[in-house]
């Protein structure tokens, strides 16, 4: 509750995409957000707005807001009590600024429907990421731990838009990292590794002369299973000696400290990569599952 913001690091942007099969089918909404999480309240009331301008088109059905998970973006858009701890309340002027935001990137995503493909890449980034609980990892059952080659998810998804008359419109990464290359003192509003990463590949297609976010490219670097994935690739460290944090407690001298990460990059050096690479076409698929919280049985053991 003491961490009270104090200026801004790189602007947060929510980053649409709209695909339609056709001009008869129901077209389908992903929305990256440079926020910690999405919530029941924002989406609700981004669903609101825009059945007042478009009617039946939109719903919560069709409509995806996804979240980078950024530790440094501003609280208060949530609708349960204990959101609202840490940021002191509900902050009215950080909902209604994510919410028009949202909504304006959708608009300007549909207006500007065209036709063309999506193809879709995959492969591998290593160095970007560590298991921050790597002891922990340690007590998974060794048959499921030796079903994979690392403690972290290394795999990066691409779906690349490509217009038909060969115009790349954008793209959409996947990769689980969380975002924290800003420390725990930070106090600057910041987008943090995924934010900058789209900065960096936005600038690269439409041109460094244009102002960030206003290109007609728009890249993505959505969030994936992030869990205990750090971008902190040096390992948690202290801040006043360098030296390793203790890795059952994560404490230096009984004191929870960390460096930043030293990989900002790599999302995008891999995006571009990846870019060149993907040849495969996409098939318009959408697939939505409701998950029953309240019905769901937990066992120990």
């Not at 609708?79 to 935001?101: C, H, K, P, W």
């Not at 115009?167 to 600057?188: A, K």
Request: one cysteine or more.
């Amino acid at each position: 509750m003491e961490q009270i913001g104090g200026g801004l690091h790189l602007r947060l942007f929510s980053r649409a995409f709209v695909v339609q099969a056709n001009p008869s089918s129901r077209p389908v909404v992903f929305v990256n957000l440079d926020a910690g999480m999405s919530s029941q309240l924002l989406k609700t009331q981004v669903v609101e707005r825009l059945k007042t301008e478009y009617g039946s088109i939109f719903d919560h059905d069709n409509v995806m807001l996804s979240a980078t998970h950024t530790h440094s973006g501003p609280a208060g858009f949530f609708q349960y009590a204990l959101f609202y701890i840490t940021s002191l309340g509900f902050v009215r002027e950080t909902l209604d600024a994510m919410v028009n935001g949202i909504v304006q990137s959708i608009q300007m995503a549909y207006a500007s429907l065209t036709p063309g493909r999506i193809l879709f890449g995959e492969g591998i980034l290593k160095n970007a990421s560590i298991n921050r609980s790597p002891l922990s990892y340690l007590n998974n059952p060794s048959s499921e731990r030796s079903r994979y080659s690392a403690n972290v998810d290394q795999e990066m998804t691409l779906l690349k838009f490509l217009a038909d008359d060969g115009r790349e419109l954008g793209m959409i990464s996947w990769f689980s990292v969380h975002g924290t290359s800003m420390n725990n003192t930070n106090r600057l509003v910041s987008s943090d590794n995924k934010g900058m990463a789209s900065v960096l590949f936005e600038q690269w297609m439409n041109g460094p002369e244009r102002e960030v976010g206003r290109g007609p490219f728009v890249a993505a670097f959505a969030q994936a299973n992030e869990g205990d994935v750090s971008p902190n690739t040096r390992g948690a460290r202290c801040i006043d000696t360098g030296l390793p944090c203790d890795e059952l407690t994560s404490t230096c001298a009984r004191r929870v400290s960390s460096l930043a990460a030293r990989r900002l990059c790599y999302h995008f050096s891999a995006a571009i990569a990846l870019m060149s690479l993907v040849r495969q076409n996409m098939r318009p698929v959408r697939k939505h599952t409701v998950c029953r919280q309240g019905q769901i049985q937990l066992t120990s053991g």
